[in-house]
């Protein structure tokens, strides 16, 4: 694990940090736990190292909210990557120095693409695809997502078509199967539990050890599903050598030094123990974390000692200020100036606790990696391609940012 | 609304990160203290439930946080075990382990059999009558339609076998408003809103359940009515922060991070407030909308439990 090279987003610093990294890679994994700006986070990424960078930038996203498919242009699902249009950036007052496209994860779509690459004839690949259960596993199976997304990025890095890729993950219940999906794809293809299920389909024969699963398996799920079962996974054994070694390259890719993880999180308790257990997670299994994003991230002045000793005060003193604040403006009617002033110290004093515990979390996080970037409490949301360039500009450090934390 | 904790099956549903379990071990708590004798299950054993409580372990057959109230984790491979057991007769406890393993492929395979499982245990335990309320710290908007529309769904794939003969029974558990109800968890964000609104129509076309209730969580306090923001205006300018300033012997700037503070929380307000307005909007107006508080201290562990329990007494 490399030593952290930034700690902090300063204007001129980090855009010099962040540049390195970004210059250096060629596939940038985004990863974090739902909800906290992940997709969104990726695309601004994207749509920053476009505009200043240069190349050749790809953002794959899985599930966009429809405001983001909007901003990016997006029409709709689909594995074809659209270039966000010149005259979008145009409008949105900037002029790229390279492209930006943006592709949305078609499930299906790859996990068709990938059963016609990897069966041996055609007529066994159409009858994977139409059997019954090849579906629903290529829906359901949630580690099969993960795998998907993985093995698409690899795909499109191998074409060679982008200077980057930025990569959004779909959400699973647990962050770590998507780092895990490539080996677990090929232990899925190894395991004796496949072999197992089709024993009955080779012979009738069925062996001691296996017989209690049958027994009980027939009884509870029924022979009809049973056999299903067995068909589908004799045909899905064709596949196996062409998985196996496909899935062991998407692993290596991930590992490669020029592939680098960004964290998204927000330091609220629950995203943020995710997102520590999501960096142990990434240094256990020797991945590069390059850039940590904490999103919506309070000002750094709730912090401040003096502004809190002064709401203290303003509390203690409500009345008498108001009195003579009365006096000046008669508009100012003492009662409710009062009120006002208890409201906006007991709101400090509320918003200062949420500061700190953010601030204590941003240092548990800020261990350990290249850059780490903060972006500030928005209100409002990213609706168009403007507001995604200005989200890039501060992720960049580039962009006037009112209560930036400072660096440490 | 009195009704909520009178039903016997709640599922506590919401997109993941705006507080489900920390709802539903309220729920649970509340109904504890009204004395029924309650279960708190978390389906995604991911030890939030154990946290929240902070009752160490909960094991499948369940963990004794108080009188009356009993915490456990799902657990397909043990619900299938004790299905084998209490209701196929099969007696297969001595050689399960491979059998689960190669079950849990299976299961990813046939959809619905993972989900039968979960719900069949929590039906059971409704049909058993071994708990007064049992309150279900469900999975998130992705995956818990699939749960409950298992019993409908399962019988597209499996044509024969026990599972199949055993839904009818769990239908009529999910399907009755009087026992069943889910109870759809937000926060005032947009989309956290956007996926409730969309569950809510969800849960009325693909499953059984009614909803019970949704709950909006994290909600900011008011600071100010029409004529204190007009005051909060006139004491933001220059003039008056550098009276302030001087009457309490501080620094312009630390009053200027003070106004700035209750600027950020009004505005952060606000914009929840006109999220909460389109979940007010598009929710039917038979369903409750209960609203707590955002908790600015300690927002973990069974202190917070117990405030959000009481914010939640108060509403219901």
Known sequence: VSPPRQAANKAGDSDRALEQLVAAKEVIVACGSGGVGKTTTAAALAAAVATRLGGRVLVLTVDPAKRLADALGLKGIGNQASRVEESAFAAAGVRPRGELYAAMLDMSESWDALVRRHAPDQKTAQQILDNPLYKNISRRFSQGQDYIAMERLYELHEEGDYDLVVVDTPPSRNALDLLDAPARMQEFFSSRLLHWLMVPYRSRLVNMASRPFYQVADRVLGSQLLGDLADFFMLFQTMRDGFVARAAAVDRLLHDLRTSFLLVTTLEAVPGR????????????????????????????????????VADAMAEEAGAIAEELSLSDAEMAPEITRRVLEEVAGSFSNFRQVATREAELMRELAVAHDVTVTVPYQPGHVSDLASLLQMGAVIWGDAPRPGRRKSR | MNSLLSRRLLFVTGKGGVGKTTVAAALGLLAAQQKKRTLVCEVEPKGD????????????????????????????????????????????????????????????????????????????????????????????????????????????????????????????????????GAVIVTTPEEMPVSEAIDLAGRLGDET???????????????????????????????????????????????????????????????????????????????????????????????????????ALGDEL
């Open chain 1, 274 to 309: 995710e997102a520590l257990e999501m960096k142990a997670a990434l240094a256990e299994r020797r991945l590069h974390l390059g850039l940590l994003v904490c999103n919506r991230v309070l000002p750094e002045s709730l912090c401040d000692r003096a502004a809190q000793e």
């Open chain 2, 49 to 180: 439930l154990s946290a929240a409580y902070e009752c160490g372990p909960t094991p499948f057959k369940g963990q004794l946080v108080s009188p009356g109230l009993t915490a456990m984790s799902m657990d397909t491979e043990a619900s299938l075990r004790e299905y084998l057991k209490l209701i196929a007769r099969v007696p297969v406890v001595g050689r399960i382990g491979p059998v689960a393993t190669a079950f849990d492929f299976v299961a990813t395979a046939a959809p619905g059999i993972r989900e039968i499982l979960t719900v069949g245990k929590l039906c059971y335990e409704v049909r058993e009558r071994h708990y007064d309320l049992v309150v279900v710290d469900a999975s998130a908007t992705g995956q818990v339609i699939g749960q409950l529309a298992a019993p409908s769904g399962i019988n597209e794939l499996v044509r024969v076998g026990l599972i199949r003969s055993q839904t009818d029974w769990m239908l009529e558990i999910l399907a009755d408003p009087a026992t069943t």
């Open chain 2, 208 to 310: 059984a359940v009614n909803l019970a209730c949704v709950v909006a969580n994290r909600v900011l306090p008011e600071l100010f009515g029409r004529r204190e923001e007009e005051v909060f205006g006139r004491l933001s300018e220059k003039e008056a922060t550098e009276t302030i300033a001087a009457r309490l012997k501080g620094e312009t700037s630390a009053v200027q991070a003070v106004f700035a503070a209750a600027r950020l929380a009004v505005t952060i307000r606000r914009d929840g407030a006109s999220h909460l307005e389109r979940l007010r909007q598009a929710i039917d107006e038979s369903v409750p909308i209960v609203y707590l508080p955002y908790l600015f201290g300690r927002a973990h562990g069974l202190r917070a439990i117990r405030q959000v329990a009481a």
